[in-house]
């Protein structure tokens, strides 16, 4: 394994809080008619690979932003309440784009909703520290502008994944997929 060429360091916001949405990576940000056609049938092998889906954060302050549920990455299927949280906000909602909440309301909301996933944990890492995780686990950012953050991300290619992901990486469109499971 090796870090991928796009490392990326990730800041925290400037102005309002938020937070994304709960997730799994690639899984769901794929629209569900080529999820069907390319991919629902393969998902348990491919999600099963250790060889993919394993990412980094190694903060350069303390970053307690991101949340996770431990073991999810071994369930092919969300449970019932997984689907429900996630079906019941929007990005939108959590970025407050509409300017509707204060600064403190939107905090709060953003918190519940990390607070709400069944056996999530929200991690505390310190400057330096080394997470990997498999982010097609159930996972989320919480951000707030009073806390800095600055924590390096990558994730962990292998030749296996490089092919799987050049194959299939067309088929990402996360605001269309996160809209249409919204909809359902």
Request: aromatic share 14%.
């Amino acid at each position: 394994m090796q870090p991928t060429a796009d490392s990326t360091i990730l800041f925290g916001p400037r102005d309002r809080p938020w937070s994304t949405e709960w997730h799994r990576d690639f899984r769901d940000h794929i629209e569900e008619a080529p999820w069907e056609e390319h991919l629902a049938d393969k998902w348990g092998k491919t999600a099963n690979n250790f060889n993919f889906w394993n990412q980094v954060n190694c903060p350069l302050y303390e970053d307690n932003s991101t949340w996770y549920v431990p073991d999810s990455f071994q369930r092919v299927e969300n449970t019932m309440q997984e689907s429900e949280l996630y079906g019941s906000t929007t990005q939108e909602i959590l970025r407050d784009e509409t300017n509707e909440q204060s600064d403190e309301a939107l905090e709060l909301f953003c918190l519940n909703y990390c607070q709400a996933m069944p056996g999530a944990v929200q991690l505390v890492l310190n400057p330096g520290d080394f997470c990997i995780y498999r982010n097609i686990g159930w996972h989320i950012g919480n951000y707030v502008p009073y806390r800095k953050r600055m924590t390096l991300h990558t994730q962990c290619d292998t030749a296996d994944f490089l092919e799987f992901r050049e194959q299939y990486f067309n088929l990402l469109n996360a605001r269309a997929a996160s809209l249409e499971k919204h909809r359902s």
